[in-house]
């Protein structure tokens, strides 16, 4: 009994340390887990529609979105607000014209296509209708200088409404001055009524309007 009592004891510490070693190793491998579960806690994921670190998720093919093309236009005449207005590429003459207020109540709509595309750096006037009329009445004045045989008719007679100085030159009895005079006359008076109202012209009497009166019409 003594024996075996001396054997116990001589067996505790190696009992006792065996123990604690044991607990040791399995307080030491608890304490590696949960430090390996805070590592993974605190790594953001990475994978393909994750989320990053602030919390949004990433796109990798997500691009940026391209900005629209603008363009300068410079508006004026017979609008209500007149200026140069920045547009969309690709719009046309009309949306300009609202951008600017519309066009003003004796605005002539005839010169301009609405429906044009748009330029960068492009002007646009709206004239009035009597700017209109007045360009009209110009045009016709400048191409009357410049007809010869077009105001002849098929008969030889010329249109004394229409002519320019160098074809009304061509009657019998009217130089340079007298055709001068016609035109003067047609400026300030209007068209010819009849062919006999050449008489009312300064230097053009009814001797001279005998002469050529076969020669010349109205129209």
Request: with cysteine; net charge negative; aromatic share 4%.
């Given at each position: 009994?003594?024996?075996?009592?001396?054997?116990?004891?001589?067996?505790?510490?190696v009992?006792?340390?065996?123990?604690?070693?044991?607990?040791?190793?399995?307080?030491?491998?608890?304490?590696?887990?949960?430090?390996?579960?805070?590592?993974?806690?605190?790594e953001?994921?990475?994978?393909?529609?994750?989320?990053?670190?602030?919390?949004?998720?990433?796109?990798p093919?997500?691009?940026?979105?391209?900005?629209?093309?603008?363009?300068?236009?410079?508006?004026?005449g017979?609008?209500?607000?007149?200026?140069?207005?920045?547009?969309?590429?690709?719009?046309?003459?009309?949306?300009v014209?609202?951008?600017a207020?519309?066009?003003?109540?004796?605005?002539?709509?005839?010169?301009?296509?609405q429906?044009?595309?748009?330029?960068?750096?492009?002007?646009?006037?709206?004239?009035?209708r009597?700017?209109?009329?007045?360009?009209?009445?110009d045009?016709?004045?400048?191409?009357?200088?410049?007809?010869?045989?077009?105001?002849?008719?098929?008969?030889?007679?010329?249109?004394?409404?229409?002519?320019?100085?160098?074809?009304?030159?061509?009657?019998?009895?009217?130089?340079?001055?007298?055709?001068?005079?016609?035109?003067?006359?047609?400026?300030s008076?209007?068209?010819?009524?009849?062919?006999?109202?050449?008489?009312?012209?300064?230097?053009?009497?009814?001797?001279?309007?005998?002469?050529?009166?076969?020669?010349?019409?109205?129209?």
């Open positions: 009994m003594k024996q075996k009592k001396k054997i116990l004891w001589m067996l505790l510490p009992l006792v340390f065996g123990g604690c070693g044991s607990q040791g190793s399995v307080l030491k491998r608890t304490q590696e887990e949960s430090s390996l579960l805070e590592t993974q806690e605190k953001p994921e990475t994978a393909d529609g994750a989320e990053t670190k602030d919390g949004q998720e990433e796109n093919e997500q691009t940026e979105e391209s900005l629209p093309e603008w363009i300068y236009v410079d508006v004026c017979a609008v209500e607000n007149p200026g140069v207005y920045r547009i969309e590429a690709g719009s046309r003459v009309f949306q014209l609202e951008q207020g519309g066009c003003t109540e004796d605005a002539s709509l005839e010169t301009v296509n429906a044009d595309l748009l330029s960068d750096g492009q002007k646009i006037r709206i004239y009035t009597e700017e209109t009329e007045q360009m009209g009445d045009l016709r004045d400048e191409s009357q200088g410049m007809e010869t045989d077009s105001q002849t008719a098929s008969d030889g007679r010329v249109d004394i409404n229409r002519a320019g100085k160098e074809e009304l030159m061509t009657l019998t009895g009217i130089g340079e001055t007298r055709a001068q005079a016609i035109l003067a006359y047609r400026e008076h209007g068209k010819f009524s009849s062919v006999e109202e050449l008489m009312q012209v300064d230097g053009i009497k009814e001797k001279t309007y005998e002469k050529l009166k076969n020669q010349i019409r109205i129209n």
